[in-house]
């Protein structure tokens, strides 16, 4: 199975399992206007599953302050679900408080607890580098979590 886990935001982070191969990386949508920068969002999700032949894409739910931003993330979320009706994937959405809490132990974590999380857990080969990535290898460990869980 190829998971893509996603940390949506006008800096994405990704996370994705690829049967043993495991990858992180970030996206930075500077564009000013905001139909640029969905767009570019959208074609890194079809070149994502185009390469990975994901399966599955989980991602962190919108956590917003501002209208501004809450007119982004939820549309980021609009193009995640197509990106996944395309691909036939399956999708979870995961609440930003249970991710921390897996991740740190406490539903609240900031930034820097998030990372030295990430950075404590990550396969020897994966290089965390900021918060973006970090949030995205939670997002995957979180929904790991969940389906072992259920499994049990």
Request: no cysteine.
């Amino acid at each position: 199975m190829s998971v893509l886990a996603i940390d949506p935001g006008t800096t994405a982070g990704f996370y994705v399992v690829n049967k043993d191969k495991h990858l992180v990386f970030t996206l930075k949508l500077k564009q000013k206007e905001i139909g640029s920068r969905l767009n570019t969002f959208l074609e890194h999700l079809d070149v994502i599953n185009n390469r990975h032949w994901v399966n599955h894409i989980v991602f962190e739910d919108p956590f917003v302050s501002s209208y501004r931003s809450a007119r982004f993330q939820y549309a980021m979320t609009g193009l995640i679900y197509i990106a996944a009706y395309r691909q036939k994937a399956t999708i979870t959405s995961l609440h930003p408080s249970k991710i921390k809490k897996l991740a740190t132990g406490k539903g609240n974590a900031k930034k820097d607890e998030m990372i030295a999380a990430a950075k404590a857990a990550v396969p020897d080969n994966i290089y965390i580098d900021n918060e973006h990535e970090a949030d995205a290898y939670w997002v995957y460990r979180t929904w790991l979590h969940n389906q072992e869980t259920a499994n049990a």
